[in-house]
């Protein structure tokens, strides 16, 4: 089994704390070997690239030397965080001049980059670590009929050339964990869509409007819920459903789960272990006593 | 040699005849490295002659046959059809016209609307006459550190392929969309250019903020451009010379005094620092239901271990030329 430094990002310690907290009760249930590190920092989420370039991948450096440091693969549950740390690597590991620059800047604090890590979604892991059979195995109490629209959103399949897990034109990965959970994919045709979460403060309407795209989408393929592996994608689906749907004109509810929140239903971890309760619309496609 | 019986679901639409688009399949045999192009010319050339695709270079250069393969648009001349079937794991190939602009028949698509808007945003050198020399006479130099800040944005083909992927194009009538922007940018770091920064204002007035970061256009770009990247640059620009008063700019700075306040995003001052009270009374509602559901934290975030190295190597990427 793999050792991982948990990056769970700033939205799953707080706005999405359902997500850290499902995160842990899944990773203690699968005895995965994760610990994460006090000294991450927030990514920037991409958006202090648009300060400098170079600062963006400074902060993500040092990030990525802290799990280094402690020989782990970094393991996050956040699409953007997931996105930004493979950015700089890949950037850091294949241009010998940026590398030597950034790592003059880490010097000073002690640190120094050297790629040896990878940086990988919580997703991934259960996939690498067990496989659909295995993670198939550890099931209790399987989601039997239950059909699940499986929301990729934007960050975990692209770009290709940095994410590159699977085809980003049509991955599987979501469809796998829902089959060995015992549930049904039922795939839309907006399911790599954007949610539009990184345009909600400049343009909010066009922002929901996407949101509320995706959602329809989800009603027409009969979905009972969406799983989506994004706690940005969460909050806009999830959080802000009732806004989103009304900028399309509907009104509905569909459940929204995070990855590990439906993996943790199928393993019988308690709902309020996994933080459902915390879930803005009600979770009500599922059994939960 | 290796070959599949494919079936190709095309997309036809003639507008002087037809009310409405229709499907219409064409099995055929496809050999080993046969291109989506070539099965297109093949279909025509031996079965329908009425089809209509739009091929020119065949060299991925001219990007003129960009279509949607399976709901991905691609150029055809660059994909192959083993590719594909493999991808998707079936033996329909769904061809269809890419979107965000009107088809005149079949797969051909009108660039007028995309060729327009970028025209408006004057992606084009306009030499500055303290660095371009007014005869030929004399030479104009760039230098490699100064070539490679826009270097691969000059490999732009005009294909319209990440125009025809970018969702916000669809929703937003006024945004540039992805390669004119990564253009505006491009001509905006050029040291012979006489508008320089200030090109960053054309970017802001073509919605540049809008652009949701979904990365949509870098993975559909057959050159590997990545357009997002420019446009994160021209955003950057933007603040550089002091646009600096709107939800944008302001959220980027908001994330900043984050990290060197604690190291972690202040959640809950967001939208105060992003949108004043604006953006407090906007999403009071939610807010209230997010703190009712225990998803906030307080406004004052204990610093992360070893924030002193956060800062400093902020401090220093900061001072990098």
Request: include cysteine.
């Amino acid at each position: 089994m793999g050792k991982y430094a948990f990056y769970p990002g700033c939205a799953a310690k707080g706005a999405s704390k359902e997500l850290y907290e499902a995160t842990i009760a899944v990773s203690n249930k699968l005895n995965l070997d994760m610990v994460e590190l006090p000294e991450f920092s927030c990514c920037g989420a991409g958006v202090l690239e648009e300060i400098k370039e170079v600062l963006d991948i400074a902060v993500n450096a040092r990030n990525l030397a802290y799990a280094e440091r402690e020989g782990r693969d970094i393991v996050t549950v956040c699409s953007t965080c997931l996105l930004v740390l493979r950015k700089a690597k890949y950037l850091l590991d294949n241009d010998d001049e940026l590398r030597e620059e950034v790592n003059e800047i880490l010097k000073e604090s002690g640190l120094e980059y050297k790629g040896t890590v990878d940086v990988k979604h919580f997703h991934w892991v259960l996939l690498e670590e067990f496989g659909e059979e295995g993670l198939k195995e550890k099931v209790v109490k399987p989601l039997t009929g239950l059909k699940v629209y499986p929301y990729y959103g934007c960050h975990t399949v692209r770009p290709k050339d940095i994410i590159g897990y699977e085809p980003s034109e049509n991955p599987q990965s979501l469809e796998k964990i829902i089959r060995a959970l015992g549930a049904t994919p039922v795939c839309g045709e907006r399911r790599l869509e954007c949610c539009g979460f990184h345009a909600f403060w400049p343009a909010p309407n066009i922002s929901m409007k996407l949101t509320g795209l995706n959602l329809k989408d989800a009603r027409k393929e009969s979905a009972d819920c969406i799983v989506t592996p994004c706690p940005l994608c969460h909050m806009n689906l999830d959080a802000n459903q009732e806004r989103a749907l009304k900028e399309v004109g509907e009104n509905f509810k569909m459940p929204v789960l995070h990855v590990p929140q439906l993996v943790g239903l199928a393993l019988g971890i308690s709902p309020r272990e996994l933080g459902i309760h915390r879930n803005i619309t009600p979770v009500n496609c599922v059994q939960i006593s | 040699m290796e070959s599949r019986k494919v079936i190709f679901r095309i997309k036809r639409f003639n507008p002087k005849k037809d009310e409405r688009p229709y499907y219409k399949e064409y099995e055929i045999d496809v050999p080993k490295g046969m291109t989506i192009l070539e099965a297109l010319q093949y279909i025509k050339d031996n079965i329908d002659p009425t089809l209509a695709f739009r091929a020119f270079c065949r060299s991925a250069i001219c990007g003129s046959c960009s279509v949607k393969i399976n709901g991905y648009p691609k150029l055809a001349c660059k994909t192959q059809v083993f590719n594909e079937l493999d991808v998707y794991n079936t033996n329909i190939l769904t061809i269809e016209p890419i979107d965000n602009m009107e088809v005149i028949r079949d797969l051909i698509v009108d660039w007028d609307s995309a060729i327009q808007k970028m025209e408006k945003m004057r992606p084009y050198l306009i030499p500055d006459p303290e660095v371009v020399p007014e005869t030929l006479d004399e030479e104009c130099k760039v230098y490699p550190h100064e070539l490679k800040k826009f270097d691969k944005f000059t490999d732009c083909i005009l294909c319209t392929t990440c125009y025809s992927a970018c969702g916000i194009v669809r929703v937003d009538s006024n945004y540039g969309g992805p390669f004119p922007l990564a253009r505006v940018y491009r001509f905006a770091v050029d040291p012979r250019d006489s508008l320089k920064k200030e090109r960053a204002k054309i970017g802001f007035s073509f919605d540049m903020w809008n652009c949701v970061r979904c990365n949509k256009c870098a993975d559909v770009c057959p050159k590997h451009i990545a357009p997002v990247d420019g446009i994160m640059k021209l955003r950057g620009l933007s603040i550089e010379i002091g646009l600096r008063n709107n939800p944008g700019a302001r959220h980027v700075m908001a994330f900043y005094k984050s990290l060197q306040e604690s190291g972690m995003l202040n959640e809950v001052l967001l939208p105060l620092r992003t949108k004043g009270i604006k953006g407090v009374l906007e999403n009071l509602s939610i807010g209230i239901k997010m703190i009712l559901k225990g998803k906030a934290h307080s406004p004052i975030m204990k610093p992360i271990k070893e924030h002193e190295t956060l800062k400093e190597v902020m401090k220093r990427a900061m001072e990098v030329e």
